[in-house]
């Protein structure tokens, strides 16, 4: 039910999302649809629910396979959760139809704020690295906006990479050179 709503979302746009049109392309009655989501509004807030539970699936799997050290570990899961290309290209347009939804509804921001805040939660390290850290989630969402939008392709395949692992640097102790607690570098 689900993904026949985001295949429609994708296609057709939010607007078009009915629970007629979802049932019809489940294969479904509009009954046994309703027995699962009473609402269009409903059946939106579960695509939202799932895309959420789908990115913190991604990023504790990250977590759990970093084999670097537990400083930054964090920050690089959330870059690599945004960067993990396993979502694949109906997913993406899913994403762009929900994130474009949610950037024009402030009550759709307001609900899954406190999930945005809590990914976006800076690292309990000194300062210098935890902003290392923090610059490593802006540009991660910016890498991830830039494929939603569909223009991540003219950075080429050897510079993303290179820009990767150079965010990806910036999450560890040597990320920009040793660096005293108030971020000054040690000569």
Known sequence: MLAAAGTLAAEQGLHALTLDKVAERAGLTKGALQY?????????????????????????????????EPEG??????????????????????????TAHSLSDATVRQRYLPVLREWMTPDPLPLAWAARAMICRLAADGLWISRLIGYDDVIGDELMAEIRRQLEQLTTSQGAGTQLDDGRAQS
């Open 36 to 68: 699962h989501f009473k609402s269009r509004q409903g059946l939106i807030e579960a695509l939202y629910e799932q895309v959420i539970s789908e990115a913190q699936s991604r990023m504790d799997a990250h977590r759990r396979a970093d084999q670097g």
């Open 73 to 98: 570990a964090p920050a690089r899961a959330y870059l690599r959760g945004a960067d993990d290309d396993t979502q694949g290209v109906g997913r993406i347009d899913v994403l762009r139809v929900l």
